[in-house]
């Protein structure tokens, strides 16, 4: 059972395929984690946090398998035998009963999976690695290991490369800071546009080298370069703004000492 205003994504997958975000209903822990904070790197009592990540697996039927994240862009093939703290910024299962998990506090959760509902993929997409190095960031590896995945078919006992494209998959993104709260320096504008020219429409002036940059929009404009078209969830509104909604989501710009939500997609 979960709480009422834990998020689940509203797009055609798969029955096979299940997914949610938590917010900061349901744990716990005590101010200023209160009350379901996931994270056990922010200074929680460390058996508060084993018993919200309690509640979170039950409320999955699955195991969340919890990484080390680093803000980078390394992606992470789980399994049952995975242990919680391998350092990745993305993940991708295919057997069933093992949840993909993301934790946040402003930076952007993004969920995967396609029409068949055979991979699962969870990204964590910061602006570091969302921009990444020579444009390809974090979504652009997930996506990469993604379709290996997809295109690789094990039946009946030996190994073939099936036709897949990546038109066929779809994402959801979850709440992160918003468009109205993000502000960056001429540094973080400028990783952007030095992939993509494009980049400029995520970004608003506000002040002498400073920018309110729009952090889904960005991630948007990356899954429809890499052939994605059905992307759902936060679209920049203030519902979707974890600063703008603090009885509701943890945010570490607002608070500094804060909790994690997270994101999770799995198969069953």
């Excluded at 018993?51 to 999955?60: K, P, T, Y």
């Excluded at 803000?71 to 049952?80: I, K, R, S, Y």
């Excluded at 999976?113 to 997409?125: D, L, R, Y």
Aim: with cysteine; hydrophobic share 40%.
């Amino acid at each position: 059972m979960q709480p009422g205003d834990w998020l689940t994504p509203h797009w055609p997958a798969p029955a096979s395929v299940r997914a949610l975000c938590t917010t900061r209903s349901g744990g716990q822990s005590q101010p200023p984690y209160d009350s379901l904070n996931l994270g056990d790197h922010v200074g929680d009592d460390p058996a508060d946090v084993r018993a919200n990540r309690a509640v979170l697996g039950q409320a999955l039927g699955a195991r969340p398998v919890f990484l080390q994240q680093v803000h980078g862009t390394q992606v992470q093939a789980l399994d049952a035998a995975t242990a919680d703290g391998v350092q990745a910024d993305a993940c991708l299962a295919t057997q069933p009963g093992v949840a993909c998990t993301i934790m946040v506090a402003d930076c952007l959760p993004v969920l995967f999976t396609h029409t068949q509902g055979t991979v699962v993929a969870a990204a964590h997409a910061g602006w570091r690695g969302l921009a990444g190095q020579g444009g390809r960031g974090v979504l652009e590896h997930t996506t990469e290991a993604f379709l290996a995945a997809a295109r690789t078919d094990t039946a009946w006992g030996a190994t073939k490369t099936i036709a897949f494209e990546s038109s066929e998959m779809m994402a959801w993104l979850g709440p992160c800071i918003g468009p109205q709260a993000f502000e960056v320096g001429d540094e973080v504008r400028a990783a952007f546009m030095a992939h993509d020219p494009r980049a400029a429409r995520c970004f608003q002036p506000h002040g002498a080298g400073k920018w309110l940059a729009d952090l889904q929009a960005l991630a948007r404009q990356r899954l429809a370069a890499l052939g994605i078209q059905q992307i759902y969830g936060n679209d920049g509104s203030p519902d979707w703004c974890t600063v703008s909604n603090p009885l509701r989501f943890f945010s570490h710009r607002r608070d500094r000492v804060s909790g994690r939500l997270a994101a999770c997609i799995w198969r069953v």
